[in-house]
């Protein structure tokens, strides 16, 4: 609900044709402003129709900088308690004359807490704008806001209905309600959980359980490896290592190794000491291992001596075969050759990593054709030279680009934050002044990323290829466009 303002109390300054009387209803196009430029400061005082509690503030402003509302009661009328301040633009902005007629509005959740329990009588609106001494500042419209709390009188509590109070009883329903609604919580609250019931449950089921099966009377399991162990007996178990004991099987093992001594031509192997494993297998001596190595290589030499040797005219014969054989270069690599029986040495392979890229190439003049760069940082005679220098190498220049159409591809930054640069950043590609100087001495295209500003930029792979200037294509210079002053500019 819109608070209504009865008279106007106090104003500090005001324009005849514009009055702060304006204000009074908001419905009027009209405005209040202060009398004369110049000034720096203009208050107004407003009397409300009736005290009432302030939950929302709509203030349109006009040229005015700063603008702060506060509000007092009957009881302490110079005690103006604060509300509102906004500033709706800066000093520069209102010096420049970007003036920017804005609308704020404050919702009951925008404003002090403490401010919603006091009733007002009396508002008071401060506009201060003293940065441009030549225009007039006040307000466009001023709306204060409250809520109404309407009583019908029904004794209703949502869906339903209270008892009538009774005569003795000096406690509203509500309270009596709310009594009753708590002590029911607390009853709840009092209650055990049933997770912690069934916990209790399920842990003495569990431990009666165990108990039951330690009284059981089992036989304990019979280990007989285990008892002869702690009886002393291992011997028995792993059998005796240092002894070779007399059963049929060790008979016969000794015999097989007596047998293989006598073939290898070692003598006197009964008498000693066979070395066997716990579990009564023979480990092998390393006199044995030599024997059978020898055997393998005399059965080698057996077999080389077996070929047939070849004399020396056949040894020449194969030579001229593998030296001279015209069928190996004809016949395919897959087959092995009719004369000579060998396949054909292999071609050598072309690495792809040898082989050169042609690269492209272009007129010294149309390097830049599809560049179109503007200049953001320099002055003269440094910006002529680089424009110079790009122009020759084909590029267009654009005096003030322009980020609708994105006609800009290049921007020739001096450093960061220049207006050109937060213009076009995201919008073209910029890079420093040296790009266009070391394509023009090298007279070849480089990527642009080498010398883009922005760190991020340089780190991301080259998107474009170097091309180079066509030499041959190109004309005599002509000595009268020469530049023989360039080193006059810097």
């Not at 500033?87 to 919603?116: C, H, S, W, Y």
């Not at 006040?138 to 005569?167: C, H, N, P, W, Y």
């Not at 897959?334 to 007129?363: M, Y």
């Not at 919008?427 to 991020?456: G, M, Q």
């Amino acid at each position: 609900m819109i608070i209504k303002f009865e008279k106007v109390i106090n104003c500090s300054s005001e324009h005849p044709s514009y009055p702060a009387t304006n204000l009074l209803d908001h419905r009027k196009n009209t405005s209040w402003r202060c009398a004369k430029p110049g000034e720096m400061l203009a208050t107004v005082i407003f009397q409300l129709t009736e005290p009432s509690i302030i939950t929302g503030v709509d203030i349109g402003n006009y040229r005015s900088c700063i603008v702060i509302v506060t509000a007092s009661t009957s009881l302490e009328p110079d005690t103006w308690i604060p509300i509102v301040q906004h500033q709706f633009m800066t000093n520069d902005e209102a010096a420049n004359g970007k003036f920017k007629d804005q609308v704020q509005l404050f919702a009951k959740r925008d404003l002090n807490p403490d401010i919603l329990k006091i009733k007002f009588d009396r508002i008071k609106i401060t506009c201060m704008q003293s940065a441009n001494l030549k225009e007039l500042f006040g307000l466009m419209f001023f709306i204060a806001k409250t809520e109404v709390s309407v009583d019908l009188g029904l004794d209703v509590f949502g869906r339903f209905k209270l008892k009538q109070k009774d005569e003795n009883n000096e406690k509203p329903e509500i309270d009596e309600f709310k009594e009753k609604y708590l002590k029911m919580i607390a009853n709840k609250r009092t209650k055990a959980d049933p997770k912690s019931d069934l916990l209790k449950k399920v842990k003495e089921s569990g431990m009666s359980a165990f108990t039951k099966r330690q009284e059981d009377e089992k036989e304990p399991m019979r280990r007989p490896l285990l008892e002869k162990l702690e009886a002393g007996k291992s011997d028995e178990v792993f059998g005796n290592q240092n002894k070779v004991p007399n059963n049929n099987v060790n008979k016969n093992t000794l015999a097989t190794d007596i047998a293989i001594a006598n073939a290898t031509g070692i003598k006197d192997k009964q008498n000693e000491n066979v070395k066997r494993t716990p579990f009564g297998d023979i480990v092998p001596s390393p006199i044995q291992k030599k024997d059978k190595n020898h055997l393998k290589n005399d059965n080698y030499n057996n077999v080389e001596s077996r070929k047939r040797s070849l004399t020396i005219e056949e040894k020449d014969e194969n030579k001229k075969i593998k030296k001279e054989c015209p069928k190996c270069c004809k016949e395919s690599e897959d087959r092995t050759c009719s004369t000579c029986g060998r396949l054909p040495q292999p071609k050598p392979l072309t690495s792809p990593i040898n082989v050169k890229k042609n690269k492209s190439k272009k007129l010294f003049s149309q390097l830049f054709q599809d560049i179109s760069f503007s200049l953001s940082g320099y002055v003269n005679p440094q910006r002529d030279e680089v424009r110079r220098k790009a122009l020759k190498m084909g590029a267009r220049y654009i005096a003030n680009p322009d980020t609708s159409n994105n006609v800009c591809t290049h921007l020739i930054c001096a450093f960061k934050n220049t207006p050109k640069y937060q213009q076009l950043k995201n919008h073209c590609k910029i890079v420093s002044h040296t790009f266009i100087e070391d394509c023009y001495n090298e007279r070849k295209r480089l990527p642009w990323r080498r010398y883009a500003l922005d760190n991020k930029e340089k780190k991301k792979a080259e998107s474009e290829d170097e091309i180079e200037a066509d030499v041959s294509r190109e004309g005599t210079p002509n000595p009268f466009e020469e530049d023989t002053d360039s080193e006059t500019y810097y």
